[in-house]
């Protein structure tokens, strides 16, 4: 009897851990896309554009990427920056378009990703502010959130996210 009462118990918390779970993803995404809009919307409130902060950002070397990111409740404007052989992360402010401070990159997930946009804006024959640019051309009345560079079957691409209003969409622009 102490058996039966086991078996039935297996199945019924294996379904509760699955709703759980799926309850926990929904909410994940729901806060996701309500950080999405919230980023978009305070993107266009910003008075500095990405392509302004990417050329603010020179001054501590050649941009690899770019965002705008919602920073305990606030924009952020960060761009991955390299320097010689040294990786830095330079914040822009987005209101007045000086850059506040710009901080060695040497480990962890950022540092990685700043290896991969160097390796794919070395086969690039275009700026990163070149290419927002060229996508907001093509994309009347969107703003630029960021830019990332890539390398795809070799060649080295810029996906560049756009906002209007609270719609988000990213387009790939060819850098070579």
């Known amino acids: 009897m102490n058996m039966t009462r086991k078996a039935w118990l297996v199945p019924v918390l294996a379904a509760a ?8 993803a929904a909410q994940d995404e729901d806060e996701q896309e309500g950080n999405q809009a919230a980023l978009a919307k305070a993107v266009l409130g910003a008075r500095v554009s990405l392509e302004r902060g990417l050329a603010a950002s020179a001054s501590h070397g050649q941009p690899l990427s770019a965002k705008f990111e919602m920073e305990e409740g606030k924009l952020q404007l960060s761009v991955y920056t390299m320097k010689d052989v040294k990786f830095f992360e330079v ?9 506040v401070k710009a901080e060695p990159i040497a480990e962890g997930e950022d540092y990685t990703a700043a290896q991969s946009q160097k390796a794919a804006m070395a086969k690039a024959k275009v700026s990163l502010r070149a290419a927002v640019e060229q996508a907001l051309r093509a994309n009347a009345g969107f703003r630029a959130v960021s830019v990332t560079p890539s390398l795809k079957d070799g060649r080295a691409l810029a996906d560049v996210t756009l906002a209007k209003g609270e719609e988000l969409k990213t387009v790939s622009v060819p850098l070579q």
């Open 17 to 24: 851990a699955v709703c759980w779970g799926s309850t926990l």
């Open 91 to 99: 914040i822009v402010d987005h209101n007045t378009g000086k850059v």
